[in-house]
């Protein structure tokens, strides 16, 4: 049967359970609980592409005004060590922007 449990992928399963925690934390008296922006917090960001000092991954490559591909590198370079459980897929994603970046260039040259 592998994945499927009476029919139905695992991953059904998984979602139904999802669904049921975020009805659970909708039963909570919102009015006792601070929003995101009452703390300061940017709700769109995840914690693992902020630094120690709380400074974001997006705004550090907007002040270098970095490229894309520089900048996508620098962002899965700086999460690297903090998203999953080892760094090896982030460094590979931001390797392959880095030579993107690179063909980019290269492309340049030849066009010269």
Same mark, same amino acid.
């Given at each position: 049967?592998?994945? /499927?449990?009476?029919? /139905?992928?695992?991953?059904?399963?998984?979602?139904?359970?999802?669904?049921?925690?975020?009805?659970?934390?909708?039963?909570?008296?919102?009015?006792?609980?601070?929003s995101k922006e009452?703390?300061?917090i940017d709700a769109r960001v995840p914690e693992y592409y902020k630094g120690l000092n709380g400074y974001e991954a997006r705004k550090v490559c907007d002040n270098f005004n970095l490229s894309y591909h520089l900048g996508t590198a620098v962002t899965y370079i700086l999460r690297s060590y903090h998203k999953h459980d080892t760094p090896i897929e982030c460094l590979n994603k931001?390797?392959?922007?880095?030579?993107?970046?690179?063909? /980019?260039?290269?492309?340049?040259?030849?066009?010269?």
């Open positions: 049967m592998g994945n /499927k449990i009476k029919g /139905k992928s695992k991953h059904y399963y998984e979602f139904d359970r999802n669904l049921d925690n975020a009805k659970q934390k909708n039963k909570l008296n919102p009015k006792m609980l601070l009452e703390l300061g931001a390797i392959a922007h880095l030579q993107f970046e690179i063909e /980019k260039y290269e492309e340049l040259e030849k066009s010269r």
